[in-house]
């Protein structure tokens, strides 16, 4: 079945249509039973990186860095969308302009060093002296 085939056949019906994409991630509650947990991080290791851990990291610091990396992105909790980032992404959409929102927040990057100095005016002073 292609996607024309479907969204023809819905589009009286809508609701009838199920998404992949608003399909809920693979609960993470097995994080008190250690055997389903480490089965989980596995099994994330090869949807990542296409093969299992083994093969994907043969040493064995390689492999236990790769590991705690994996099981520490399961541990941590579902951010949610920023409000202001469904806001613009609104108003891009009122616009024409379609955008998925990601769930990154500008606040989460860091500040710009401030040195009290710019480059530009480095530069130009740079070239007033050397002329």
């Not at 949807?47 to 941590?76: I, M, T």
């Not at 951010?79 to 929102?101: C, D, Q, V, W, Y």
């Not at 500040?111 to 530009?120: A, I, M, T, V, Y």
Request: with cysteine.
């Amino acid at each position: 079945m292609n996607k024309r085939y479907l969204r023809r056949k819905y589009r009286h019906r809508p609701q009838r249509i199920r998404s992949r994409r608003l399909a809920p991630a693979p609960p993470t509650s097995c994080q008190d039973d250690p055997a389903a947990f480490d089965q989980l991080v596995r099994q994330r290791i090869e949807k990542l990186f296409g093969g299992p851990l083994e093969v994907v990291a043969p040493e064995p610091d390689l492999r236990e860095a790769v590991y705690s990396a994996v099981a520490a992105a399961l541990r941590r909790p579902v951010r949610p969308i920023p409000p202001n980032s469904l806001e613009f992404a609104a108003r891009m959409r009122k616009h024409g302009l379609i955008i998925t929102p990601g769930t990154s927040d500008f606040s989460d990057l860091p500040e710009p060093l401030d040195l009290g100095w710019s480059l530009s005016e480095a530069i130009i002073e740079y070239r007033r002296r050397g002329m």
